[in-house]
């Protein structure tokens, strides 16, 4: 190959006064320390502080005790993996064959004994994760860890996701229903031989501030109501229709532009070129209503519910290619993915395999790969025919509804000149250790009103560019609250399809998020396809909230899935999708105006044209690839700007001159390069923008940033907390000088020794207790110091917040390969280990590996699964 290829916060429970988050932090999504559990603990053994204030000794036996006492219970809860398991529910036995990385392959001779099995064996790994993922889907984290996470669950339950998720199950197929009970009887047979304590060590502490929890049975509609966690992650351009909201009440239309431009014409396009029509669209539209300051608590409130599912980062996306048998050394096609999600502890996906013994068409499951702890069936990866894989599509499928409100009856709206009467439900979320609350949910035709959860809106008529009326409130019309078949409905196709016709069959159930998914076969054959709901509007295109009392906004349904892109078997032998355009502004509808600008998928395609024929080595290394596009295209610029007036300065300048563009964890270059890019976009927009809205990523402000260095006198380059008017080279000058500072202060003064990852490293955190702000604890679950290479908008996207530091806050949360000539030569890895339990071997053995851009055999074959076993446990029928 090439030479070029080289290879937060969350929440405490609620303990008391002194714990509750403060308004500055409550915004930013980050709550106070937990200085009350400190007196919690006071308060529950006064005896033994006696004691230990007598007796140093006693202070060590305390400690001593307490930490067997951890070391107990953290292991107490590790499964069964070899033996025999009698277990209710199932018709016959059942083999569950574990590899060396933990990993197990289930073989059942029907379907409901395999889906059982996987229900069992998940949630012997990570049922306090899937625990803690259904009440975040069904907004009853409350009950879980107290009154701190009220405001969180008033806004999930206006969401209605649980709602939405019971509609969905009981209009589910014959087919998705076997699979979704039969699942969900499999972790609640292991639910049943099991206390919490027994469950995970996170119950353990959990008993100690809320005793009256016991984890509920789970239920069918918990599998479904995770798939709307999921849309909400990957929800597309919400957060820039806030900005360009907000922006819009202190900037021209044409500097708002600036800030959100047009997709560059050199990077790639999924299907076609950027030859043609542009495929963004081109001016902004200050109407139909600006509403700036009310939006400002949806943004605090988006930003806490993106710390808790760690979605919603700016630049987040994935990568995803497949190349033909004309372009793979082993004359088969190879189909390579890295789903990009917020960094966390445990892994966000559960690897394993589901075979049916035999395969027939009663039970014609036979498929490996990946899929969310708590949902029946596989994600992403291979079954014996066919490969796919998927990135985020990211359509505009939100839309922010300004509703005029009858200032007699709050709960009328007004619509084409008449009152009508909104949809209201009442709901309570229970509060461990507290009082209960009632929350009064309301709905318009466009969706629930989300104001009411945000704050007051009075200051709408100031802010807003049209006359409106005195009473407000804003509404989500979004896809993922419409009526639509749940995620296994497509998954079970997907599993089991054969060919390409049969692949997009099962993806016409796709609902949210909508995907690119792209597909192989052992035929020989490669093909992409665009599925989900994405929505068709009257008017307008997305970048902007609308007004709802008329219905010229409304949406006239959605694209029919015919009508989405599709490609198979294109002359290039290839297809990239690195949630870049898919299409042209030919295209018959409108997808988005907000796509990643394409930086990765230009790289992708630069490496793939270069370099043929390739094989699973050769695109494991691309997975790895960490060439900055970006620097190469500033870099010159910037040194040319630079004043080096001492020798530290003047060293790090060679440095950065010679640097090869690799964003390696050992590179100097890169941590002179990254420190500078955060210099340089602090200086330029902090002085101008909300401190909301500065940069936090994003290869948005790549394209920004090549554009004003076009031109140097740019309002935009002048410093406005100075009495003189700044210049580019000035601002450039001083982000470098800066940039050394910082390193220097944090690195030392020589720059050889300077190393990006020194700076630039992966802490994987538990969501829950992981976060919990007392070491002892957050030391049991968290585990990090992982020197990492890549960076944003890199094909090894390590995303970083250039605002809050050099730390990495969203990566490839795995990476898989599949070779179509020899499945058994497929490679996979997670980013931290297959177990969610603390005290696991496979707990974070995967990290060290997938920090190096290594990975694992991707087993498929019985007998390799079976020479590899670390354990083989029998399910048989319960008497």
Not at 832 to 855: F, K, L, P
Request: charged share 20%; proline share 6%.
């Amino acid at each position: 190959m090439d030479a070029s290829v080289e290879t937060d916060d969350f929440f405490v429970a609620d303990l008391g006064p002194g714990n509750e988050p403060s308004e500055k932090s409550r915004r930013r999504g980050k709550p106070k320390p937990p200085t009350a559990f400190k007196q919690h603990r006071r308060k529950r053994y006064p005896r033994l502080r006696k004691i230990a204030k007598r007796s140093g000794i006693g202070v060590l036996v305390l400690v001593v005790g307490l930490l067997v006492f951890m070391a107990w219970s953290m292991r107490r809860p590790l499964p069964t993996i070899d033996g025999e398991v009698a277990v209710p529910g199932l018709v016959g036995e059942v083999t569950v064959i574990r590899d060396e990385q933990g990993i197990p392959h289930i073989y059942a001779e029907n379907v409901n004994d395999l889906f059982l099995a996987q229900g069992y064996v998940q949630a012997q790994d990570r049922f306090w994760q899937m625990d803690f993922w259904r009440h975040i889907s069904s907004g009853t984290l409350s009950e879980m860890f107290g009154k701190s996470q009220i405001e969180t669950d008033e806004f999930l339950r206006t969401m209605g996701w649980r709602q939405l998720a019971e509609t969905q199950y009981a209009e589910a197929s014959d087919m998705n229903r076997v699979a979704l009970d039969a699942y969900a009887a499999g972790v609640n047979a292991y639910l049943a031989e099991r206390s919490p304590a027994e469950l995970d060590f996170g119950y353990t502490i959990l008993e100690m501030t809320n005793r009256s929890y016991d984890p509920a049975p789970w239920s069918p509609v918990d599998s479904l109501a995770w798939g709307k966690v999921m849309a909400w992650d990957l929800r597309g351009n919400m957060g820039n229709e806030i900005a360009r909201s907000l922006l819009l009440s202190q900037y021209t239309p044409e500097q708002v532009q600036q800030l959100f431009p047009d997709y560059p014409d050199k990077n790639p396009l999924i299907i076609g070129d950027t030859s043609g029509k542009r495929t963004s669209a081109t001016g902004i539209d200050p109407g139909p209503v600006q509403i700036a300051d009310a939006l400002e608590d949806v943004v605090a409130m988006t930003r806490t519910l993106d710390d808790l599912t760690k979605g919603g980062t700016p630049g987040i996306g994935s990568n995803s290619w497949v190349i033909s048998g004309d372009r793979s050394v082993t004359g088969a096609p190879i189909l390579a993915n890295d789903p990009h999600l917020g960094i966390q502890m445990p892994s966000i996906w559960y690897q394993f395999g589901l075979h049916c013994t035999p395969v027939t068409d009663a039970c014609p499951y036979d498929v490996a790969g990946f899929s969310f702890p708590g949902v029946p069936g596989v994600v992403i990866g291979h079954n014996a025919r066919i490969a796919w894989g998927l990135t985020n599509l990211g359509p505009d499928v939100i839309d922010l509804v300004v509703e005029q409100i009858n200032p007699e009856n709050a709960n009328q709206y007004r619509v084409n000149g008449e009152w009508v009467n909104m949809k209201v439900r009442t709901e309570t979320i229970i509060v461990a250790g507290g009082k209960d609350k009632t929350l009064t949910i309301r709905s318009t035709r466009n969706g629930p009103i989300i104001s009411g959860v945000f704050g007051d809106l009075d200051d709408f008529g100031e802010n807003s560019g049209l006359p409106l009326p005195q009473n407000y409130a804003i509404a989500m019309r979004w896809t993922a609250l419409q009526p639509s078949p749940g995620i296994t409905e497509t998954l079970l196709r997907l599993n089991t399809a054969g060919d390409f016709d049969e692949f997009r069959e099962a993806l016409s159930f796709f609902a949210v998020p909508a995907q690119n998914m792209i597909y192989a076969d052992i035929d020989g054959n490669i093909g992409y396809q665009t599925p989900g709901m994405i929505p068709i509007r009257r008017n307008g295109d997305g970048r902007l909230p609308v007004p709802g009392w008329i219905d010229d906004y409304n949406w006239d349904g959605f694209i029919p899935f015919d009508d989405l892109p599709t490609l198979y078997n294109p002359e290039e032998g290839y297809i990239v999708t690195a949630n870049n355009p898919v299409v042209d502004g030919r295209f018959d509808y409108l997808l988005t105006t907000d796509w990643t600008y394409g930086f990765r998928a230009r790289r992708l395609v630069d490496l793939i044209s270069a370099n043929q024929p390739l094989g699973v080595d050769d695109m494991a290394l691309i997975q790895f690839d960490a060439y900055n596009l970006n620097a190469e295209t500033l870099r010159p610029g910037i040194l040319r700007a630079i004043n080096s007036n001492t020798a530290v300065e003047r060293e790090a300048r060679a440095i950065l001159a010679e640097w090869n563009l690799q964003n390696r964890a050992d590179s100097s270059g890169a941590a002179i390069w990254a420190a500078t890019w955060r210099a340089m976009l602090a200086l330029t927009f902090q002085d101008e923008l909300p401190e909301s809205l500065w940069p936090e990523g994003g290869s948005r402000w790549f394209v920004v940033m090549e554009a004003l260095m076009g031109d140097p006198t740019d309002p935009f380059w002048d410093n406005r907390t100075t009495s003189i008017v700044e210049t580019r080279d000035d601002i450039l000058a001083l982000a470098f000088a800066n940039a050394i500072a910082e390193l220097t202060e944090r690195l030392g003064d020589r720059p050889t020794a300077w190393e990006w990852g020194d700076l630039h490293q992966a802490e994987f955190r538990n969501q829950t207790l992981g976060e919990s702000g007392i070491g002892l604890i957050e030391g049991r679950f968290n585990r990090g110091g992982f020197r990492t290479s890549g960076g944003e908008s890199i094909v090894n996207a390590t995303g970083w917040n250039p605002v809050d530091g050099y730390r990495v806050d969203w990566l490839p949360s795995m990476r898989m390969i599949v070779d179509l000539a020899n499945l058994e030569n497929s490679r996979a890895i997670l980013t931290t280990g297959q177990s969610g339990q603390v005290s696991s071997e496979h707990y974070i053995d995967m990290a060290v590996v997938w920090a190096a851009g290594g990975n694992f055999p991707m087993r498929w074959d019985r007998a390799v699964v079976e020479q590899s076993a670390e354990g083989t446990l029998r399910l048989v029928p319960a008497p």
